[in-house]
């Protein structure tokens, strides 16, 4: 849970401090690599948690592993709603990115059409 914790806080550190630099400095700053390194943070970290959180759910009889969302229901719910909330967190970060990328496409071909 440790990973998942520090992953969301590091991704949504960089976020607001990305949208305040991009208020100020304008969308001609590049931030697209990073956008793509905070999304695999984002999406590292999720997965590390669905992996443990599926063990607790389900258990895994090789190892030993008991599941224990049996006792514990309201703690397994509230990880539920937070990975939920962290998949759409990734989601919208491969939208901006996505959009990032659209954006310098259309620019970089304007810039060839006017060079012809």
Known sequence: MQIFLIGNG?????????MFLVCLLGRNCVFHLVDMLAMGLAIASAAAAHAIGNVGKYGNDRT????VCNYYKSYCKKMEISLGCCYLGVLSLYLVCAMTRVQKASQNSKKFVQKE
């Open 10 to 18: 590091i991704t949504c550190s960089y976020s607001l401090l990305s």
């Open 64 to 67: 030993g592993w008991l599941p």
